[in-house]
């Protein structure tokens, strides 16, 4: 159980287009979701919390009109980068976590964007 | 504010060593901690977690344990195969729910 799924894996779009990240809880409902970044050889970086039904909570630093998240139900969340640049270009990680799962979060594979 | 240190790596060794990943944190409250794998090109996965002091979490033949004394959770393995060649991040947790601060991540290398 627990298996949280991402689509598309990997996305590589031209500069200046918006490009949307789907992050589905396939076998639980979850009330928050999570979206990390990752560059590189380095660790993820949490970008924001996404809550069902409610306003996205983003992390210092992450620009809300740049990265917009929907929560539109309980099993999806979406990340849309907007106007996309080639520094956008990173690995895009979400989890989620169940309800009872005390501090436990399971991971998405992940999606790979490229920006050109 | 919470934080997790792992030691650097890449750590690079020989099938059916042993090996120690190390892994300290700070923390208000109590944490929960996690062991978690990343494969190349894929997402995080939870290898193993403790959520009290003196907890021993294991999966696939590694270990750790939970020493508040010392505050870490170093991973442990007997004897290492190619196959787990991956980045192994340590994490905490406090509260419910509440989101993970994360180590820098140990890129593991085993060789035949």
């Known amino acids: 159980g627990a298996v949280v799924s991402q689509h598309p894996s990997w996305v590589i779009c031209k500069s200046g287009t918006s490009v949307k990240i789907e992050c589905r809880s396939l076998d639980f409902q979850a009330t928050t979701m999570f979206w990390y970044r990752q560059f590189p050889k380095q660790s993820l970086m949490l970008m924001a919390t996404s809550n069902e039904g409610s306003k996205a909570t983003y992390e210092q630093g992450v620009e809300k009109d740049k990265f917009l998240i929907n929560h539109a139900s309980l099993t999806l969340s979406t990340l849309t980068v907007t106007s996309a640049h080639p520094e956008d270009s990173s690995f895009y990680i979400c989890?989620?976590?169940?309800?009872?799962?005390?501090?436990?979060?399971?991971f998405g594979p992940g999606t790979r964007l490229t920006v050109l | 504010g919470d934080s997790v240190t792992q030691m650097e790596g890449p750590v690079t060794l020989s099938e059916e060593a042993f090996l120690t990943i190390n892994c300290t944190y700070t923390a208000t409250g109590y944490p929960s901690l996690f062991w978690y794998v990343q494969y190349p090109g894929e997402g995080l996965q939870l290898l193993l977690k403790a959520t009290k002091a003196d907890d021993k979490g294991s999966n696939k033949g590694f270990e750790a344990t939970y020493r508040k004394e010392t505050t870490s959770f170093h991973l442990e393995k007997g004897s290492v195969q190619v196959s787990d060649s991956a980045v192994y991040f340590c994490?905490?947790?406090?509260?419910?729910?509440?989101?993970?601060?994360f180590g820098t991540g140990t890129q593991l290398k085993v060789e035949l």
């Open positions: 994490a905490l947790a406090t509260g419910g729910g509440n989101k993970l601060t």
């Open positions: 989890s989620a976590h169940p309800p009872g799962s005390y501090n436990e979060q399971f």
